[in-house]
């Protein structure tokens, strides 16, 4: 079965940098699931794997503006040190996770640090890099939206069935019912014969 847009799709995947270097995998775990062409995955990843067969492998790389975006300059504000969680010295590289006025976390890290600030970059970690991916399609299946209509249709199908079987049980009693009748009347009738 191909992999079609709303197919369900498991599949194993390595993802690496143009050096080489792994950023992420799932053979420590399992297999990456999700629905084709729903924006599950980032745009590059989802265009690859549509087409694909179960059981096919692919290699292909994807530029950083079908992946996480080129590294927008403007998401690097500067904040006062005093603005930091006091417990840790800030350096350069340091993750952290900011509040936004919303109440939403968003990860970012500290790109540099000066005497009184830091800049801080909420650009995605891997914006602005080109990724490269190997995957192999483990399992396809059939869009949830036709499991469902296939799930209706045995549903109606057991219904027609349950309703045809009480039709039947229905008729078969009415015929007892007639039979049962025939059967006292004549008995009537020769009853009354006998008295005559």
């Not at 989802?46 to 290699?59: H, I, P, R, S, Y």
């Not at 990860?107 to 890099?129: C, F, M, Q, R, Y």
């Not at 190997?134 to 869009?143: D, N, P």
């Amino acid at each position: 079965m191909k992999v079609e847009n709303g197919s369900k799709v498991f599949l194993d995947y390595e993802g690496k940098f143009e050096n080489g270097e792994v950023f992420d995998s799932s053979s420590s775990g399992s297999p990456l699931e999700f629905i084709a062409g729903s924006g599950q995955v980032i745009p590059g990843f989802d265009a690859a794997v549509l087409g694909m067969d179960e059981g096919e492998e692919k290699e292909f790389e994807i530029e950083p503006k079908d992946a996480y975006g080129e590294i927008n300059e403007e998401l690097k504000k500067e904040i006062p040190k005093s603005a930091l969680p006091q417990d840790k010295t800030p350096e350069a590289g340091m993750s952290l996770v900011m509040n936004a006025p919303n109440g939403q976390q968003i990860p970012a890290k500290i790109s540099e640090v000066t005497e009184e600030s830091v800049i801080v970059d909420l650009n995605h970690p891997l914006a602005g890099k080109k990724l490269i991916f190997k995957i192999k399609v483990v399992k396809v299946h059939e869009s949830p939206a036709e499991e469902i209509e296939e799930e209706v249709e045995e549903i109606m199908e057991d219904e027609i069935q349950e309703e045809v079987e009480e039709v039947n049980e229905e008729n078969s009693e009415k015929e007892e019912e007639s039979n049962e009748k025939e059967v006292e009347e004549k008995v009537e009738e020769n009853d009354k014969e006998r008295e005559n």
